[in-house]
């Protein structure tokens, strides 16, 4: 029964969507498909959106809903967010795009300017962009933040499966530290894997050092679904 429900309100979605008009991208100019048509209706059809969530997604929307973190928006405006965010963090050398086939974004945050080599500390220098960052997340409450941590293989695995870690966690600190609510947010290190580009050059390896933080919408459709146990 459930399925059948699922299948009937994902139709349902897909044809809203299909007869949403087309907006602007406030980030390239060009015409699209509405994201608060899929943000608002989609919820139901677009399962991937909350896939692979650390902690999986029922629990996550359960508790954050719980703790008064988030709640449902239709019309949510992801394009204006990105726009906004890459505003809050340009020269930085912070990089923030869309991932999932369009359905989150990507924040990543490039070693030597977040952290020392070596260290978790974030860089007194970079913490102004970070308060930025926390800023857009709290303007924009209606997601759920993953924030990775990712190291080079220079080193043992050991050292940088912990260094991973502890960078990751220290970017979700900092984030709650400025108001993002701690519902919302979870962290884990990847340590060497999920490399960025496969180098042993020393020259590229930078680029495998980094923290990513990954927001994923949350629609008031995606909450009734956890909330009824789909």
């Known amino acids: 029964m459930k399925t059948s429900r699922k299948f009937t309100a994902a139709l349902a979605a897909l044809s809203l969507v299909g007869v949403s008009a087309c907006v602007t991208d406030p980030n390239t100019g060009e015409q699209k498909i509405s994201r608060t048509a899929i943000g608002g209706v989609g919820g139901a059809a677009a399962g991937a959106l909350l896939g692979g969530l650390i902690g999986g997604k029922t629990g996550r929307i359960i508790g954050a809903v719980g703790g008064g973190a988030i709640g449902g928006v239709v019309g949510y405006k992801m394009d204006q967010q990105i726009k906004e965010l890459k505003d ?17 974004i990507l924040v990543n945050l490039p070693d030597g300017v977040t952290f020392a080599t070596g260290s978790y500390t974030i860089s007194p220098g970079f913490q102004s962009v970070l308060d930025r960052v926390a800023a857009n997340f709290v303007q924009y409450p209606n997601s759920l933040i993953d924030v990775y941590g990712y190291t080079d293989t220079v080193g043992s695995s050991a050292t940088n499966q912990r260094l991973s870690e502890q960078r990751a966690q220290a970017v979700s600190n900092y984030l ?29 390896e930078p680029l495998n050092r980094r923290v990513e933080i990954k927001v994923i919408p949350v629609s008031q459709q995606d909450i009734n679904a956890a909330q009824q146990g789909y």
């Open 176 to 204: 709650i530290s400025r108001g993002v609510n701690s519902a919302r947010i979870r962290w884990m290190g990847f340590g060497e894997t999920n490399l960025k580009v496969q180098t042993g050059d020393g020259v590229n």
């Open 88 to 104: 809050q963090t340009a020269g930085s050398g912070v990089d923030v795009t869309e991932t999932d086939g369009g359905n989150a």
